[in-house]
């Protein structure tokens, strides 16, 4: 329990919604001398939403009890501290850029508060409503006996999204169903009240139950209990005790909104039922995987006797440690994208002793799941479950287990199963503490029996991250039993290095603040597949860790479960690297330390990177050792100097880990740790009660460029025969690997977000030497040396040629200049230009840079110090100057070097481009005008701050510039900085600025907004603006736009966790209007209502995925191709608006006809204005064979499509009329066949009216032969002869039809 201090103001939110449910609180200074007498408030249990800004903690109000002496010290006046009120609070946090979600309150940030007093009377008033047969025990639950709360997880909504759906990104059916349309729910289509997902719910562990609930303030309960699991009585050998079994010994996780898994101390996962299933119940439901285990398979079609009326459990799955061994925590593996792109069709592995394979049909919809399920022995088991849906009504038809598919041993060499017999290795020492009960030779207890193991899972990069706590001894991180390895010969020269490498990993493992171990899930399942599959006689394969990484003596103790946070994605930390989040000793800071990882280990004989996992060939690499680097430290905020021993307790989401929530003892505290791809350190104290912000976050610029880059055709060359490459930078190594076809061609499939790896990755240049150093190598690990400090990746700038590649080292301020060409040598084999160096430039104090044109000419915005005189003047007198630094625009040209240079001849290393100063650019403004960024393009633009007296500079106010060489410049190839000059008008100052590959469309962004301009010097037209990255929810802020890029005309663009595409309008008339369509493709910012489109809206659904900073790269396998902080995204393009916009933009006409042809009628209108919008009114008049009468007459009439009308009129007439004949006349004035008439006379088609005012005359109704009349004198008008025949036909048939003279005519023309 953390302490709060001695002071705890609570927010005046905070104590209404406390006064509101019966607690005691005040908010003035009464609480300041109840905190005098003894009451403080602690922190007990802390957990944060995993992708919405909330966080839940249990808050403990504590006193101490005058009555309650030492007994053993007489006088003694120390005091008993005692609970006198405790609650569960919900809070809402400021991050910024995240939603206000619609729970929370107009006032404060307090969601919902719940007293723990009621929490024992309403569970014991649903355990009534069980059936009599049920064994639970019959007394019933105070709060002292439900014991400590261990753990709260969130279960609502968008919780349940991203822990059940993320890798399928979306919430409905993956295939469609050939027997109904419409749309299903993935989880069930009932809605059944015990459902999770509907509103605020919650899952708490206690000491031995787990309790689901659901909190709603407008019921006369505030919440409701969904489920109580707790263990069943049963008796003893002896017959007359009664002793608790099967209790629950894990956190439940969920598997859909209706069925949770969790863990038993008789080492089972049961699976539980919330509703009612297709299921049925049986005494022997429990499947056993134990490797002594000699029972035959279990027939499930003689198991299911009756069906399920009640809440069950349906399932229940031992592991092969036996009984012996609890299962204390189980852990979803699923990453956030789909790693299963190459299937045609959504299978899954084979029922348990049956042969045929599970996929989806049209009856049943089979999801698949991995779970991680980890014991108090240390050992974690890989289970994959698999779920069928019923599409009819939505209910679960079947749940199936597989045998275990592989094995972690989390202890190392110390993990011990529980059905053998406690052998301690000679190596272990005798420590206290966590490890004291498993390296002495005394009885082994189970290490997490009593501690919650502290594992984690990145659904970013799908690695399992396990942390030991400090003062761990070596053999804890040695595998070597899990390395298939051959016996060495006594004395020989290996077992004597062997007996060395023992004992040098000995004394590296001293003196440690713990170790954090990292699997790699894809590594994993390669080598589950190139070993035998697991069954009840078979156990899995033992899979040693990817990395171990060393933490500092620095840190807190690792032992407590909250205590630090490893494995989080945080922007400014390289995708390849091992990171951990924890707090100092004393508790006032919290640090986050990483390691980089690497397969390559420096070698320089090393070619390429062995990271496909295809390429172990089922053979685990070895484990790298590596020592941990701190990155960034924030300090804590504290109530006191006073050094105060407080336990830790952090928590953190893998799915969004900007922000963390931190117990201090001041209360809870919210960190943003990143701002943007940079470190930051605010810390907001509003949930303590505090209404201020210790430090609000930092502005961050937006990134530069993407951290990969796409290389593929042109003058750089693909890599390995034209196939397209990507190019990144990894640990001060650049590299290149190859891009391969993932995307699979199955039509019936809806868009999943796909994962690229980028496999066999080479080598191409070294940054830095000796970036690592491997000290030592045994059989099964190697020792890693870094001596660089780990830094962010930098940003990749190509030049619009292709041929020279710029890294912007955004936190240090510096770049270099590579040139592609020389860089891509060793990888096409090209013996040429051997000798020559990549690297042509390098810079320091650099703020911005930009390529100019296409001539290799590029800006950097440098720091420099200018000499001021005392009047404010520059002067060249540096004895009477004042040094003041300020931003000054430089620019430079490469001059590439010839390849068959003599130099290389004699066999001399040589620079393959030189660089060549042109002089700095002189800013349009004077001095009150400060340079602040740089954007590339055609023309310089450069964003400029104003500035006053004595005041920084303001870019809220300040103006961007373009500038180019002037005319005369350009024609006498002069490319000095003197002759450049402001060109155009001037725009307010951009946050990011692209151009299309023809330098005519100019894409602007401010905030949330694009603007986009045409280019046609002297003009520079605004075409419009559109808002791109909304709030996708009521109060939800805008997100600022990161990443602009235009594609075969096609405008991109992302925010920092959403893309979307922008299509232009008619750009071939100046006349017309330019209008804009926006989509979302991928987003992660909400849970859709629908996973599927609406079916009377053609506008496409985005995909829901986890994206962390999106940059848009290129197409690719019919997908778009995003750079993310944590690697490449494959996004679907499939939707066919989006398909027939961008063939379209690519003047793919025919291509996107074919789309067209297969897009059904009943979207023919909408896609039809979308046509019109993009000026191809001709194709929606011709393909769209669906579309309403109305749209197609109006489109003919707009665009004088003559002979589509008459044509309509000539074959379809008599249709026509009936259908139109009243259109138009509840508005006066002409109806709609006489303004056809009229538009036909307008055209010189009189035979066509002529033909209309027959199938009127056939029409017979009244209002047609008005019609009639009319349209027949118009004919008279241009026809007399024939005009006046059709006119008289028309009125006899007036008269025999009103023989009385009774007309309804208005106005005829005489």
Request: aromatic share 6%; with cysteine.
């Amino acid at each position: 329990k953390t302490t709060m201090g001695t002071s705890l103001p609570l927010h005046p939110s905070l104590a209404a919604a406390l006064t509101a449910h019966g607690s005691d609180v005040e908010v003035s200074s009464k609480l300041q001398h109840q905190t005098d007498t003894g009451r403080k408030t602690s922190i007990a249990a802390l957990s944060i939403h995993p992708s919405l800004p909330r966080v839940a903690y249990l808050a403990e109000d504590t006193a101490s009890d005058v009555s309650a002496r030492n007994k053993s010290k007489p006088g003694s006046t120390s005091l008993q501290p005692t609970v006198k009120n405790s609650r569960l609070v919900i809070q809402k946090f400021n991050c910024n850029v995240e939603n206000i979600d619609s729970l929370a309150p107009s006032q404060g940030n307090v969601i919902a508060t719940l007293k723990m007093t009621d929490l024992p009377q309403q569970i014991n008033r649903f355990r009534q409503h069980k059936s009599k047969t049920s064994k639970i025990s019959n007394q019933p639950f105070t709060l002292a006996t439900l014991g400590s709360l261990k753990n709260i997880t969130f279960l609502d909504r968008d919780a349940l999204f991203w822990q059940t759906r993320r890798k399928y990104g979306i919430q409905s059916n993956l295939e469609a169903s050939n027997a109904s349309d419409r749309v299903l729910d993935v989880n069930a289509n009932k809605c059944y009240k015990e459902m999770m997902g509907q509103g605020l719910c919650l899952g708490l562990q206690f000491t031995s139950v787990l309790v689901i609930l659901q909190i709603d303030d407008t019921q006369s309960d505030p919440f409701v209990i969904l489920s109580c699991l707790e263990g069943q009585r049963a008796l003893t050998n002896n017959g007359k005790d009664y002793v608790t079994q099967h209790v629950p010994s894990s956190a439940a996780v969920p598997i859909t909104n209706s069925i949770i898994v969790y863990g038993c101390s008789d080492g089972a996962m049961r699976f539980h039922s919330l509703v009612p299933s297709m299921i049925y119940s049986s005494k022997s439901d429990t499947l056993s995987f134990s490797e002594s285990s000699s029972s035959p398979p279990i027939d499930e079609s003689e198991v299911k006797s009756a069906k399920n009326s009640r809440q069950a459990t349906i399932k229940s799955v031992r592991g092969p440690n036996g009984r012996n061994d609890p299962v204390v925590k189980i852990v979803n593996v699923d990453p956030a994208y789909n790693e299963n792109y190459n299937n045609e069709q959504d299978t899954v592995p084979a029922h348990i002793g049956g042969s045929a394979a599970t996929v989806s049909n049209a009856k049943a919809l089979v999801l698949s799941s991995r779970l991680l399920t980890i014991g108090a022995s240390g050992v974690a088991f890989l289970w994959q479950v698999d779920i069928s849906i019923d599409r009819a009504s939505g209910t679960l038809r079947d749940l199936n287990v597989l045998p275990p598919l592989a094995r972690l041993d989390g202890l190392g060499s110390l993990t011990v199963s529980p059905r053998k017999s406690p052998s301690p290795t000679s190596r272990s020492t005798r420590v206290g503490g966590f490890w004291g009960g498993i390296t002495t030779k005394e009885p082994i207890v189970a290490p997490y029996s009593n501690v919650t193991p502290v594992v984690f899972y990145d659904p970013h990069r799908d690695q399992v991250i396990w942390t030991l706590p400090y003062a761990a001894p070596a053999a804890a991180i040695v595998h070597q039993r899990d390395f298939k390895l051959s016996s060495l010969a006594p004395n020989s020269p290996a077992a004597k290095k062997e007996v060395e490498d023992r004992a040098f990993v000995d004394k590296w493992a001293m003196y440690n603040g713990g170790f954090v171990k990292m699997w790699s899930m894809p590594l994993v399942d390669a080598l589950v597949k190139a070993t035998p599959g697991a069954s009840s006689h078979r156990p899995p394969p033992i899979i040693p860790p990817y990395a171990t990484m060393k933490l500092p003596l620095s840190l807190m103790c690792a032992s407590k479960p909250l205590s630090m946070v490893p494995g989080l994605a945080c922007a400014p930390l390289p995708a390849s690297s091992l990171s951990c989040l924890c707090l100092s000793k004393d508790a006032t800071e919290l640090i986050v330390v990483s390691a980089p990882l690497t397969s390559v280990a420096a070698a320089s004989d090393e070619q390429r990177v062995p990271q496909s996992p295809k390429a172990a060939a089922g053979k685990p690499p070895k484990t790298i050792f590596i020592e941990s680097q701190t990155c960034h430290k924030i300090q804590l905020p504290r109530s006191s100097d006073a050094s105060m021993t407080v336990p830790a307790l952090l928590s953190a989401s893998h799915l969004a880990p900007d922000s963390v929530a931190v117990a201090t003892d001041n209360g809870v505290a919210m960190v943003k740790l990143v701002n943007g791809n940079c470190w930051d350190d605010a810390i907001d104290l509003s949930l303590m009660g505090k209404g201020d912000v210790t430090k609000e976050p930092s502005s961050s610029a937006v990134p530069a460029g993407p951290i990969h880059t796409v290389i593929s055709g042109g003058p750089v060359g693909g890599v390995g025969n034209n196939r397209p490459g990507v190019l990144f930078v990894e640990n001060h190594s650049v590299l290149a690997s190859r891009l391969g076809s993932s995307r699979s061609s199955s039509e019936n499939r809806q868009p999943t977000v796909e994962k690229v790896d980028l496999a066999d990755a080479m080598v191409l240049y070294q940054l830095e030497k000796a970036s690592y150093t491997t000290t030592r190598e045994t059989r099964t690990s190697k020792l890693i040396v870094s001596p660089l400090p780990l830094t962010s990746p930098p940003r990749l700038i190509p030049s619009p040629s292709g041929r020279y590649l710029c890294l912007l080292w955004e936190g240090k301020h510096t770049y270099d200049i590579l040139h592609a060409g020389s860089l891509l040598v060793r990888e096409t084999g090209d013996i040429r230009g051997q000798g020559v160096s990549p690297s042509c430039d390098s810079g320091d104090n650099v703020l911005s840079f930009a390529w100019i044109g296409d001539d290799d000419q590029f800006a950097v915005l440098r720091q420099v110090e200018i000499d001021y005189g005392q009047d404010g003047e520059v002067v060249a007198d540096t004895d009477t100057t004042d040094k003041k630094s300020r931003p000054r625009v430089e620019l430079f040209k490469l001059a590439e070097v010839e390849v068959g240079a003599p130099e290389l001849a004699g066999g001399a290393g040589v620079a393959a481009a030189t660089t060549v100063s042109v002089g700095s650019l002189t800013v349009r403004g004077g001095d009150r005008v400060v340079p602040q960024v740089l954007f590339g393009g055609p023309a310089l633009c450069i964003g400029c701050s104003i500035t006053s007296a004595n005041s920084l500079p303001d870019t809220d106010e300040g103006m961007a510039y373009f500038y180019s060489r002037k005319s005369g410049a350009i024609m006498e190839n002069d490319e000095r900085a003197s002759n450049y000059m402001t060109v155009g008008t001037s725009i307010p100052y951009p946050d990011l600025l692209a151009w299309d590959d023809d330098g005519l469309l100019c894409a602007v962004a401010y905030g949330s907004r694009v603007a986009i301009y045409l280019s046609d010097p002297p003009k520079f037209t605004l075409l419009g603006s559109v808002n791109v990255v909304g709030g996708s929810r009521l109060g939800e802020a805008e997100q600022p736009i990161i990443s602009l890029k235009f594609i075969h005309g096609v405008l991109y663009c992302s925010g920092p966790s959403s893309v979307h595409v922008v299509f232009l309008g008619n750009l071939a008339e100046e006349d017309t209007i330019c209008e804009l369509d926006t989509y979302t493709i991928a987003s992660s910012r909400s849970v859709p209502l629908q996973g599927t489109d609406s079916p009377d809206d053609f506008t496409p659904t985005p995909v829901i995925t986890s994206l962390s900073h999106p940059h848009i790269l290129n197409y690719h396998s019919g997908g778009l191709l995003v750079s993310t902080d944590v690697g490449l995204r494959l996004l679907p393009l499939s939707h066919p608006l989006i398909r027939i916009g961008t063939l379209l933009a690519a003047n793919l006409t025919e291509k996107a006809r074919k789309w067209i042809f297969d897009t059904p009628k009943a979207y023919h209108d909408f896609l039809a204005h979308f046509l019109i919008r993009r000026g191809r009114a001709d194709l929606a008049i011709r393909d769209l064979n669906g579309l309403s009468l109305e749209t197609y007459i109006d489109l003919c009439i707009r665009y004088e499509r003559t002979s589509e009308l008459e044509n309509l009129i000539n074959t379809h007439g008599g249709q026509v009329v009936k259908e139109i004949s009243s259109w138009g006349r509840e508005e006066g004035g002409y109806s709609a066949i006489s303004a056809i008439g009229l538009y036909m006379l307008g055209k010189d088609k009189i035979d066509c009216v002529t033909r209309l005012v027959g199938q009127l005359i056939s029409c017979g109704t009244d209002e047609g032969l008005v019609d009639a009349i009319k349209l027949a004198s118009l004919i008279r008008a241009l026809d007399q002869s024939g005009g006046g025949a059709l006119l008289q036909n028309v009125i006899d048939v007036v008269h025999q039809k009103h023989p009385d003279n009774q007309v309804p005519l208005v106005s005829i023309v005489k």
